[in-house]
T-cell receptor, first 111, second 113 residues
């Protein structure tokens, strides 16, 4: 768990602004994931990447964008097109065993 | 589409009693089913998982059962303790290349003293 960092822990933005959430890992895991957590709705997959320079949309990709230029980094941009961006965002990684290791999360508040 | 349903959404049991959480999945090709525990203010952590080549797996007070024919799996916690209070998520590995994990909506388990 200590090998995945997300910063900042809390983030505040005004409506209409794009914001980028960082996720860095030193576990040498190939796959990385972004989830959104809302009360009562569990973890919903936004984007995932199994290898550098490649990524796929999850179930709720609209209004979000990602990049995977380095194995260690998988930043998520929340764009102004996302209608309800206020949420808790979790980054995760996995190796060939499928177990997912989660970062500490970023709580984004957009007003 | 790919879906994992989880019940109940909340569960309250007396300390020492057992708790059972049930999940169903839609992708018949799924072959890996993990369970995660998320304590208040913390990140989810894997507590147990099961693969489709077995029907049951136990780890001390926790057990998971899998019925592939019916496409459902369950988490059983026996002799519950206060530290078992948390939100529990079931999940299933899905996708054409078994590339992503889909989570259930979670169960908030409360242990009454």
């Amino acid at each position: 768990d200590g090998g995945i960092t997300q910063s900042p822990k809390y983030l505040f933005r005004k409506e209409g602004q794009n914001v980028t959430l960082s996720c860095e890992q030193n576990l040498n895991h190939d796959a990385m994931y972004w989830y959104r957590q809302d009360p009562g709705q569990g973890l919903r997959l936004i984007y995932y990447s199994q290898i550098v320079n490649d990524f796929q949309k999850g179930d709720i990709a609209e209004g979000y964008s990602v990049s995977r230029e380095k194995k260690e980094s998988f930043p998520l941009t929340v764009t102004s097109a996302q209608k309800n961006p206020t949420a808790f965002y979790l980054c995760a990684t996995s190796s060939g065993s499928y177990e997912q290791y989660f970062g500490p999360g970023t709580r984004l508040t957009v007003t | 589409g790919e879906n994992v349903e989880q019940h109940p959404s909340t569960l309250s049991v007396q300390e020492g009693d057992s708790a059972v959480i049930k999940c169903t999945y839609s992708d018949s090709a799924s072959n890996y089913f993990p369970w995660y525990k998320q304590e208040l203010g913390k990140r989810p952590q894997l507590i147990i998982d099961i693969r489709s080549n077995v029907g049951e797996k136990k780890d001390q007070r926790i057990a998971v059962t899998l019925n592939k024919t019916a496409k459902h799996f369950s988490l059983h916690i026996t002799e519950t303790q206060p530290e078992d209070s948390a939100v529990y998520f079931c999940a299933a590995l899905v996708g054409s290349s078994a590339s992503k994990i889909i989570f259930g909506s979670g169960t908030r388990l409360s242990i009454r003293p």
